[in-house]
């Protein structure tokens, strides 16, 4: 990913905003990960005769545009469904500022490289006041920092997930060069903790 | 040193650490449905690696199948389908697929073939995959990137959580189901208020759960944040190890899977299990519940300040007004099932509310058992007779379906549904189905009804 996230952020206010919501299951039904920008946020942004719905902030101007979201406390909570990932990530969305992310969600955004810093909520109420400005945000991984026209806001973020983002890398590959960790790990567990599933 | 039981049950799993503060955790057993598995194989067959051991996996079909048939509800669901089969057999992994005796939704079909046990470490690309907790087991969902991981390295990158303990003491009150427990948790704790931690249920309340409701409470601590729940192994859990296909064929015996006495919980909750009253939820976060006695709530009245937040965009999109008594709410569909509450002993507490009645008229309900094994226990108990007598649907086929409404079961924009499920998000059964959570007893009380009422009155 890129080391700075620079663009403009869209207030999303709402608290437990759901992975059903980002989304709606009729988009879940695929075997791929593409095709999924159309799905992100549907209900929301479209009504059920696909009109636009002038009442979401990404279908108005300047946000229509944004890269950034500023959202609501617990955002990502219920199901794991990666989908909300990949859909936010294909219609363009790279960092998501608030306070405080569900667990799988979290886990499902670093794998894609999708930013999450978390603030207070007393920044979170700054940072809505500013993105609802039209406010151009600018996000750096690497420094922990969101700078909106010289104004700083320090952000949190594990030193794990911060390298995951500023590497890039594919946490499988990575993972299978510990092969001899888990070679030796398996064969300290006895026969008994070895599942085998009837097939 | 002390330990919680979550800190053993991770200490038992880690591989290795890593540079960057994560580590490496062993995966004993992994489960797989067919619609946030496909993306995972695919990413396999890119990079070109196998799956290091596929007798530790197992996969259903659940989510997408229609329980009307066997039949695929349409081609894109068939395709999920037979993608998941394809994969399975590619790979040599078991797979109770549709027509399968054994086959129904995730986290029924594991307890009931054996496949949970104190010590062991699941993951599932599911959040509810916390209902092993119930056996004091480590259980939590994973997204699909995870799940390529644990095929190829049957480990996962982890981070230790915090620990929280819920002490639920005393007695509850005759009608009061664990499900009550675990929504009157969520009320208090919030959605999300336990994000980041591991929560671990402790007191009388909890200890005197029956296996099936035990998971009922593991099940929906995601529903708080949690990434994992846990209930320390006791002779009730000992007792529900035995008689599966599994049983027997493997355990954990390296500890103790409890909590030692005077370890130390980053959180200790507590609630008085007298307190607890059949609860419903009014609005479209599992935190926002009152009462079946209560009335809706207004932004005056007492409720946890993260529910306060989306109060109103919350009654307008449940069409529900401020100060509205509950039992006023009339719905139009009941429906009983999920992985929360379909197992054997929900619906016997449904059929005993719904013995000698009939739903009122107009009601929709639909009753999914579980698994096929469910289904086939309760028709040999006489409880199909019971629901068909009362006016439900039985389905001859298990899974979700209402519950998330993936497959040919969804309701209507405005459609008020009695939901035994486990998420009353906006547009989760259906886009602008209204769905009120509640225990499995309080939905066949309500189908009788044609309105939410006090399954107490029904004794």
């Known amino acids: 990913m890129r080391k700075t996230i620079k663009g403009i952020a ?55 545009a944004a890269n950034i979201l500023v959202v609501g406390d617990n955002f990502g909570c219920g199901s794991s469904r990666e989908h909300a990932v990949w859909g936010l990530r294909q219609m363009g969305i790279e960092a998501i500022i608030g306070t405080s992310f569900a667990g799988i969600f979290f886990d499902n955004a670093r794998k894609n490289g999708l930013a999450l810093p978390i603030i207070t909520s007393e920044k979170r109420d700054l940072l809505l006041k500013l993105s609802r400005n039209g406010k151009i945000f600018s996000v750096s991984v690497e420094n922990k920092i969101v700078d909106i026209d010289g104004q700083e806001v320090h952000f949190m973020m594990d030193d794990a997930t911060q390298t995951a983002l500023l590497e890039g890398r594919d946490d499988t590959l990575d993972s299978l060069k510990k092969s001899e960790a888990i070679d030796a790990f398996e064969n300290s567990m006895s026969l008994k903790e070895k599942v085998s599933v009837i097939k | 040193m002390t330990r919680t039981l979550y800190d053993k049950l991770v200490d038992a799993h880690k591989v290795c650490d890593l540079s960057d503060g994560d580590m490496l955790i062993y995966v004993d057993f992994h489960i797989m449905n067919e619609y946030t598995s496909p ?92 209902t092993y907790g119930a056996f004091g087991a480590l259980g939590f969902g994973i997204g699909t990137s995870e799940v390529e991981h644990v095929l190829a390295t049957q480990t996962l990158r982890y981070r230790r959580m915090k620990t929280m303990r819920v002490t639920i003491d005393g007695d509850v009150a005759p009608g009061v189901t664990a499900k ?18 591991a929560v671990e249920f402790a007191g009388s309340a909890i200890r005197n759960l029956e296996m099936a409701g035990r998971m009922t409470v593991c099940n929906m601590a995601v529903e708080l944040g949690a990434r994992a729940a846990l209930i320390a192994a006791d002779k009730v859990t000992q007792n529900a190890l035995s008689g599966h296909a599994h049983s027997g064929l493997f355990e954990y015996l390296s500890e103790t ?3 030692d006495p005077g370890a130390a919980f980053d959180q200790d909750i507590t609630i008085a299990g007298g307190d607890i009253e059949p609860l419903i939820t009014w609005g479209t976060s599992p935190d926002q519940s009152v009462p079946i ?21 919350a009654l307008t999109y449940m069409g529900l007004s401020a100060g509205q008594p509950i039992q006023s709410i009339t719905i139009d569909t009941a429906f009983i099932g999920s992985c929360t509450n379909s197992r054997i002993e929900d619906l016997r507490q449904a059929a005993d509310v719904l013995r000698g009645r009939k739903i009122a008229t107009g009601i929709k309900a639909i009753v999914v058992p579980g698994s096929a094994m469910t289904r086939m226990k309760a028709e040999s108990e ?41 998420r009353n998000f906006e547009g989760r059964q259906g886009r602008g189905a209204r769905t009120h959570l509640m225990s499995p007893a309080m939905v066949a009380a309500a189908a009788v009804a044609g309105r939410l009422v006090d399954v107490r009155d029904f004794v």
């Open chain 2, 257 to 259: 899977w409890e909590t």
């Open chain 2, 293 to 313: 006695t209560g009335t809706v709530p207004s932004t005056k009245s007492f409720v946890s300040p993260k529910a306060k937040a989306g109060l109103e965009r």
């Open chain 2, 382 to 422: 006489g409880l199909r007779e019971i629901f068909e007598a009362a006016g439900f649907q039985w389905r001859p086929e298990a899974g979700c379906s209402m519950c998330l409404a993936m497959n040919d079961d969804v309701a209507l924009d405005g459609e008020r549904v009695a939901s035994s499920t486990n």
């Open chain 2, 39 to 130: 993306q995972a194989f695919s990413g396999l067959e890119t990079k070109g690696l196998k799956v290091r051991r596929p007798e530790a996996h197992l996969a259903v079909v659940d989510h997408v199948n229609a329980t009307r048939s066997v039949e695929a509800p349409d081609a894109q669901s068939k395709l999920l389908i037979d993608n998941l089969e394809s994969n399975c057999r590619k790979h040599n992994i078991a797979f109770y697929g549709l027509g399968d005796p054994r086959q129904g939704i995730e986290h029924i079909v594991v307890p009931e073939q054996g496949l949970a046990s104190p010590g062991m470490l699941i993951a599932c690309g599911d959040s509810h995959t916390t």
């Open chain 2, 180 to 197: 009550d427990i675990i929504m009157k948790v969520v009320q208090v704790i919030g959605a999300g208020g336990a994000n980041g931690f």
């Open chain 1, 10 to 64: 869209a207030p999303l206010p709402l608290a437990n905003v759901d992975t059903d919501v980002i989304m709606p299951k009729r988009f879940l039904r695929t075997i791929t990960r593409e095709g999924l920008a159309a799905g992100t946020f549907a209900d929301l942004r479209f009504y059920n005769d696909n009109s636009l719905r002038q009442d979401f902030v990404l279908n108005q101007e300047p946000w229509k």
